[in-house]
Nanobody, 115 residues
C-alpha cells in the first residue's frame, strides 16, 4: 500500500522560508520520479516542481529561482525548500509521483504566507 506523508508547512511572513518533507512508502522510491503539487480551495491542483530518479529537476515559472526540490533515497524522502515566499504561495502542498500521480494522495501540508 502506497503512503505519502507530507510535513513542514506552517504560517510564515512574506519573504520567509519553509522546508517541506514527504516520506513515501510502498513504492520503489529510488526509481520513482516525484513531484510537489499545490492546490488552493476551488482551484485545480498544479505541479510546482519535479525531480526524476536521476536527480534532474524542473519548476513552474511562478516558483523558479525561489524553490528547490531535492531527494534523499536512503530516507525515502523528497524535500521542497521554499524561499522568498509570497502570499500567492499560500496553498496545501502535496507530493506524489510524476508525471502520473497515484490516486492515493497524502493529507498534504498547509502553507500560509501572511503578515
Amino acid at each position: 500500500q502506497v503512503q505519502l506523508v507530507e510535513s513542514g508547512g506552517g504560517l510564515v511572513q512574506p519573504g520567509g522560508s519553509l522546508r517541506l518533507s514527504c516520506v513515501a512508502s510502498g513504492i520503489i522510491f529510488r526509481f520513482s520520479a516525484l513531484g510537489w503539487y499545490r492546490q488552493a480551495p476551488g482551484k485545480q491542483r498544479e505541479l510546482v516542481a519535479r525531480i526524476t530518479a536521476a536527480g534532474s529537476t524542473n519548476y513552474a515559472d511562478s516558483v523558479k529561482g525561489r524553490f528547490t526540490i531535492s531527494r534523499d533515497n536512503a530516507k525515502n524522502t523528497v524535500y521542497l525548500q521554499m524561499n522568498s515566499l509570497r502570499p500567492e504561495d499560500t496553498d496545501v502542498y502535496y507530493c506524489n509521483k510524476w508525471p502520473a500521480p497515484i490516486d492515493s494522495w497524502g493529507p498534504g501540508t498547509q502553507v500560509t504566507v501572511s503578515s
